[in-house]
């Protein structure tokens, strides 16, 4: 059975990444990708340890997650398909590291909206709450 990992997306366009569960720590780094998807890995009070999709690791407030479905695109061969199958037209390419927003998942594939386009992805090619 496949893990089901605890995917949140960033609330944000600014989110400071520190290196402690609280703000008397410095910050390793500021996101500034609103809906960024990230795994929670700990907890500590009203603080969440995350890890993003280049395994950086750090401490973010409760307060700066969202349940939004969302996911980066890993794959740099991932193609937008109009219906979930590649039998269907292409809609476009996705380069490695795009963040993408789910609508909904099938088995093998996701219907996702980034940059104005909408269609169908394959799911192994996301990172994310799919």
Do not use: M
Not at 3 to 23: A, Q, T
Not at 37 to 56: G, Y
Not at 76 to 93: C, E, H, M, Q, V
Not at 101 to 130: A, D, E, H, M, P
């Amino acid at each position: 059975a496949e893990e089901k990992l605890n995917f949140f997306s960033l609330k944000n366009n600014e989110v400071n990444l520190r290196i402690g569960p609280s703000i008397e720590y410095p910050i390793k780094l500021i996101y500034k990708k609103k809906y960024l998807p990230v795994i929670v890995v700990d907890k500590s009070e009203t603080w969440r340890k995350i890890k993003d999709f280049e395994n950086n690791t750090g401490w973010i407030h409760i307060t700066q997650l969202s349940k939004k479905k969302t996911a980066i695109n890993i794959n740099n061969n991932s193609i937008l398909y109009t219906k979930a199958t590649i039998y269907s037209k292409p809609i476009a390419k996705l380069e490695t590291g795009r963040l993408v927003l789910i609508k909904k998942c099938k088995i093998k594939w996701c219907k996702i909206l980034s940059g104005g386009f909408s269609g169908w992805i394959k799911k192994n090619y996301l990172w994310g709450r799919v």
